[in-house]
């Protein structure tokens, strides 16, 4: 697949989900499980300026042995991160509506990343899973030139879960 750019991306947040029942799940399972999800269950968070990272890192445990001076790294636990999602503030907008309720909670939700990328109107676009937790919620008010924005900082507590651009039958 060639690149492809983030313009016409969409994100949505889903209902509470339980990220031990899904990390229980095999790849494909969760996949199923996120699919699954109906469509009207669904949010999509709208002014959206940007997504920020997203993805696995390996912490790292280090072991340095006298005889050779070398330092050995050994991969341990596994942190999908925190998803800085930038939007411009709407109150209006039922997504940011829906993320602020979320951050007054201790309870994780579903989401969706859908990616601008179908090859051509015979493909579907590529889409993102996850199961994660609104953490924070800050406004950055700016100056006089400035638009209004919030941060929505998601801790994300599943693995990713992907279902890349496929043909759709037509």
Request: charged share 25%; aromatic share 8%.
């Amino acid at each position: 697949m060639a690149i492809h750019k983030t313009a016409g991306a969409r994100f949505y947040i889903g209902p509470v989900v339980n990220p031990d029942t899904v990390e229980a799940l095999s790849d494909s399972a969760a996949l199923d499980f996120f699919e699954a999800i109906v469509t009207n269950d669904w949010t999509e968070v709208e002014e959206i300026e940007s997504f920020g990272d997203l993805g696995d890192n390996s912490e790292v445990a280090t072991f340095a042995s006298v005889a050779d001076r070398r330092v050995r790294k050994l991969k341990t636990t596994r942190d999908a991160g925190t998803m800085a999602v930038v939007c411009g503030r709407d109150p209006l907008d039922d997504g940011q509506t829906a993320m602020i309720a979320a951050e007054k909670t201790d309870f994780n939700y579903a989401f969706k990343l859908v990616y601008n990328d179908a090859r051509d109107e015979d493909h579907s676009p590529s889409t993102e899973y996850f199961g994660g937790m609104v953490m924070s919620r800050p406004t950055n008010i700016g100056g006089v030139q400035d638009v209004t924005k919030r941060t929505f900082n998601i801790g994300v507590n599943t693995a990713i879960y992907a279902d890349d651009s496929d043909p759709t039958g037509s």
